[in-house]
């Protein structure tokens, strides 16, 4: 039983989770067009950058406010599960941002965008790849999707093209695109601060408008000339919370209170599950050595499906009994959760809203991080460190990522004193991302945007 009951101290507070205005990007990078490229210049490193402001937020657009936008046509591109979901919420915001105005979405879309309206051109669930070999044995569809949005957008000439995170994909697509007289809106920001920093010239040159939700990007892309962005806080603000209380969650799920809960969130793609879950399932058994009342929930990413467990627990009979398995349940499991492991990605800056103590690992082929490992130059992998500026959650990425040295990790979570000390440093760095609201601001400047452009400008509003 852990002795310091923070989680339980936390449910019973005066702080309601559930009131707490605290994605997807992924910490690793994802490798679609690029990967073969990237071979040849392995040698040259992106720098870091290190700029870890207050949030900075957008100034609107100065033209006329009153300004009429009767109709807009606009190309939406995403190309995995956190943007999706960061897709169809901004899709949700533009029509409840401008009430008036006869939206025609269409474009390459995950299930949320099609349930938000979006028609579909180019259909993209779990087409997300990391790494040369993954990304070679799709390669074809990318480039006919490629093409086929190239295509359409020439054909039905959208009001702007709005493409979403995917930078692999979308900064070569950005291009193409501007080069068509098109307009071209990126929102959330590519880490170009984390590798590769060349690609910069891409959205200084091709890109219309920059939407960051990331408090030191702005300034960073100021320092390499590129001044057209604006922050509109995290999306994850304000959408992440519990909807069970923690007491709630363990009657559902036959959880005992009082004993340890850790959550375990393998990734939301499928050579992620395939790599981190069976380590996470070893991490569990040593841990049961020294906390033999743990409990273990495992949180299935949207797009996966509990299928794909079964290969991974018949080769842990004596386990099945501490693990549940819970699907579009990830922030109830982390809210009754005393600690967690998590995929480095979007997911950790979600563990840090809920104030879930956790540890961040990754693990990739030898081949991809032999290659593309080597391009990675920033001072921390997790988001939630990133975003803190120092290392509130230990890493283990790559070699580093055992199930022992993860086991000792998630022991030393569940100590009272220092959970209590993880807990309060996560508020105090989630209160970086804003405080909510981040579709809605993402979607008054695109509207500002749209309007100048209708009535005919084309300076970019810096």
């Known amino acids: 039983m852990i002795q310091g009951n923070a989680r339980r101290e936390t449910a019973t507070s005066n ?25 040849s210049r392995a040698a040259a490193k992106t720098e870091a950058a290190t700029y870890f402001l207050l949030p900075r937020y957008y100034s609107p657009v100065s033209i006329e406010a009153t300004a009429k936008l009767n109709s807009a046509r606009l190309m939406i591109v995403a190309g995995e ?3 999706f979901s ?39 669930d779990d087409m997300a790849r990391v790494g040369i070999v993954e ?14 949005l190239q295509n359409i957008a020439a054909m039905r000439r959208p009001d702007a093209c709005i493409l979403v995170d995917f930078p692999e994909f979308n900064l070569r697509l950005a291009r193409k695109l501007h080069r068509q007289g098109l307009k071209v809106i990126y929102y959330i920001s590519p880490q170009l601060w984390a590798w590769r920093k060349r690609r ?27 001044h057209h962005v604006n922050y509109t806080g995290n999306p994850l603000t304000g959408e992440v919370h519990r909807t069970l209380t923690p007491e709630e969650f363990c009657l559902k799920h036959n959880l005992q209170f009082f004993h340890p809960i850790i959550s375990l969130l393998p990734g939301s793609r499928r050579q992620e599950l395939t790599r981190h879950l069976p380590l996470m399932i070893q991490a569990a058994e040593a841990l049961l050595d020294t906390h033999p009342n743990a409990q273990f929930i495992v949180a299935l990413a949207p797009n996966r499906d509990t299928s794909e467990l079964a290969s991974q627990l018949k080769l842990h009979p004596t386990l099945a009994a501490r693990f549940r398995f819970v699907h579009g349940e990830t922030y109830d499991a982390l809210a009754a959760s005393d600690a967690a ?36 130059d920033v001072e921390h992998f997790g988001l939630v460190n990133l975003v803190a500026g120092k290392r509130l959650a230990p890493e283990l990425i790559q070699h580093d990522f055992t199930p022992e040295r993860t086991a000792r990790e998630l022991a030393l979570l569940l100590k009272p004193s220092h959970n209590a000390h993880t807990r309060a440093q996560l508020r105090a760095a989630v209160v970086r991302l804003g405080s909510g609201r981040a579709s809605e601001r993402a979607a008054e400047i695109i509207i500002g945007h749209l309007r100048m452009w209708k009535l005919g400008g084309n300076r970019r509003v810096e």
Do not use: C
């Open 200 to 226: 910069v010239r891409i959205v200084r040159d091709d890109v219309d408008l920059l939407l960051s939700i990331l408090p030191f990007e702005v300034e960073w892309y100021a320092r390499h000339d590129v």
């Open 341 to 376: 492991a998590v995929a480095s990605g979007t997911a950790t800056l979600e563990a840090a809203i809920i104030g879930t103590p956790l540890v961040v690992v990754y693990r990739e082929s030898a081949l991809n991080w032999h290659t593309l490992g080597r391009l990675i």
């Open 15 to 39: 702080m309601r989770d559930d009131e707490r205005d605290m994605h997807g990007v992924n910490d690793f990078p994802r490798s679609i067009f690029g990967a073969a490229a990237m071979l």
């Open 86 to 124: 960061h897709a169809a919420r901004l899709v949700e915001a533009l029509r409840h941002h401008a009430p008036e105005t006869a939206f025609e979405f269409f474009g390459a879309t995950g299930k949320p965008m099609r349930d938000a309206g979006v028609e579909t051109i180019a259909q993209m």
């Open 135 to 148: 990304v070679g044995r799709v390669f074809h569809r990318y480039w006919r999707i490629y093409q086929q």
């Open 81 to 83: 599960a956190s943007g």
